[in-house]
């Protein structure tokens, strides 16, 4: 009888076994068309968009381009002027848009925010980009504990605020789209960025355990979650990092970022790195041995010509 029942078990697992490869094959050979083809871009006509951080940079570029496709804008903004002056664009230009000073960071904030919304008629929010950062340049030990306070306050716990007070909603409807706008950063780990980066790797980590938290549930198949790694974008934030071969490396513009978020949202990407190639260049430098991972990495940074410089600088100066 236990060789019967040993036989079934193993017969099963031969079975589950091969249903596996066969969904295996067939979500590589989709994957492989939608690199070559990519999905058809969802219309976003009369969705309700609410940007945080949308006072400046690449917010302010998400509510200018979306507005132009239709969509309700909702600004928030710490910086009621830089907020005002987003809308103003908006309405400039034909858009519909609502704006509201908030801290983010603050879970009290975010709730009376919400409140407000409702209260004045704001339709519901169908697509919530969590956009709003800080970034302080420091060497780990002369870092500023109350700047890395800071910097997970607006970086990550923002995002629980915005998620928690936003997503019951989208469920409730099934349908929804929550995008976070994280970093390359949250991919690799950068020098004098130890809390920028741990705050976007931090990121990354909510995002893929939403996605997942819901993906089981096939009820809210359509609230969909993307996140998006632009390498660098010239938002006044960061410094360049002057990286060889700046067609693929090089700054890019606030208008182009939120051009490639956008395309990310419609075509419903779970993750998107700005320039697209950064993902697939970051997945096969991790297959390597750490020191020619390493090599690969100082090379792009031109890490022994900068080395150079500052000796120089050095001597010059001396």
């Known amino acids: ?11 099963h697992l031969l079975y589950d076994l091969f249903i596996l ?21 969802k219309n976003l006509l009369g969705e309700t968009v609410l940007i945080t951080g949308a006072g400046r940079g690449i917010g302010r570029e998400l509510a200018i381009q979306l507005a132009s496709l239709g969509c309700i804008i909702v600004c928030w903004d710490v910086d009621t002027e830089a907020n005002r002056s987003t809308m103003s664009m908006v ?33 519901e929010v169908s697509i ?42 989208m469920m409730q409807n099934r349908k929804g789209h929550v995008v976070c706008v994280c970093s390359m950063c949250g991919v690799c780990g950068v020098s004098q960025k130890v809390a920028y980066c741990s705050s976007k790797f931090a990121m990354r980590g909510l995002m893929e355990a ?23 974008v010239d938002t006044g934030l960061a410094r360049d990092p002057k990286y060889r071969f700046p067609y693929i490396f090089g700054v890019v513009s606030p208008e ?6 956008i395309k990310a949202i ?4 779970t993750e998107y790195s700005i320039p697209r190639c950064l993902f697939t260049l970051n997945s096969i430098n991790r297959l390597l041995p750490e020191t020619v991972m390493r090599l690969i990495l100082d090379f792009l940074a031109d890490v022994d010509r900068k080395h150079q410089e500052k000796i120089t600088c050095k001597l010059v100066t001396s």
């Open 210 to 232: 939403l996605h997942e938290e819901l993906r089981l549930d096939h009820k809210y198949s359509n609230v969909r979650f993307t996140t998006v790694y632009p390498f660098y």
């Open 91 to 123: 309405s400039k230009n034909g858009g519909e848009a609502y704006g509201f000073a908030v801290d983010v960071s603050k879970r009290v904030e975010v709730r009376e925010a919400a409140r407000l919304m409702r209260k004045v008629g704001v339709p």
């Open 266 to 269: 419609r075509r419903n990407y």
């Open 1 to 11: 009888m236990s060789r019967v029942k040993s036989f079934l078990t193993f017969s």
């Open 21 to 41: 490869s066969v969904r295996i094959s067939v979500a590589m050979a989709v994957a492989t068309f939608e690199m070559i083809v990519p999905p058809r871009a």
């Open 256 to 261: 182009h970022a939120a051009r490639e978020i």
């Open 128 to 169: 919530l980009i969590n956009n709003a950062a800080v970034l302080y340049h420091s060497p780990f030990l002369n870092q500023d504990p109350d700047l890395i306070e800071k910097t997970f306050n607006v970086n990550v716990l923002s995002n629980f605020w915005t998620t928690d007070t936003f997503l019951p909603t």
